[in-house]
């Protein structure tokens, strides 16, 4: 069974909208690697049963473009939330006040960083879409020019749709 961009395109935006809602809430489980895993194998998976190469795919500068934001906010949102989450982690094991922790609603001011990865989060997921949108494109005008070569152009008569009869008599 062939995925279609239409299926790929709902689970890059489900687990863009997993990974906003997660960082928001500040859990240990992020879904941005899936997001953004999900989102590179749709650029490189062949669609239906078809393939494209790379110079066809990035033949585009908006593509190339793209792809670069695409996976460099994936990189800064992922550092984000790793960020927070390990130096949360350190000032919770290597606090001196222990009695303090629990008392307090707040104990760090990491919020805003995890807020913020998790909208970076959310942001690489809509490049990702655009990404693949852009990939589709790449693709129609990839099989469209085979397509094109194939047929020939009007007036034009080739070789192998000519078939003689009568031996060669005009």
Not at 52 to 76: D, E, N, W
């Given at each position: 069974?062939a995925v279609?961009?239409?299926?790929i ?9 997993k ?7 500040a859990?240990i489980?992020?879904a ?13 998976y ?43 982690l350190?000032h ?16 760090t001011?990491?919020?805003?960083l ?8 959310l ?6 879409l ?14 469209d020019?085979?397509?094109e ?9 080739l ?12």
């Amino acid at each position: 069974m062939a995925v279609s961009i239409k299926s790929i395109a709902i689970i890059v935006a489900a687990l863009g909208v997993k990974a906003f809602v997660f960082g928001i809430l500040a859990e240990i489980k992020k879904a941005l690697i899936a997001c953004t895993l999900v989102g590179i194998c749709s650029i490189f998976y062949p669609c239906k049963g078809k393939s494209v190469p790379y110079k066809g795919l990035f033949h585009s500068t908006r593509m190339v473009l793209f792809f670069q934001i695409a996976l460099s906010v994936s990189m800064v949102a992922g550092g984000m939330l790793l960020w927070a989450t390990t130096t949360e982690l350190i000032h919770l094991t290597k606090n001196v006040h222990r009695h303090n922790v629990d008392s307090t609603n707040c104990p760090t001011a990491k919020t805003g960083l995890f807020g913020g990865a998790a909208f970076m989060a959310l942001d690489a997921s809509l490049f990702w879409l655009v990404c693949l949108m852009l990939t589709n494109n790449a693709r129609e005008d990839y099989f469209d020019e085979a397509r094109e070569e194939q047929k020939g152009e009007y007036g034009q008569v080739l070789i192998t749709d000519y078939e003689t009869t009568g031996g060669g008599k005009a």
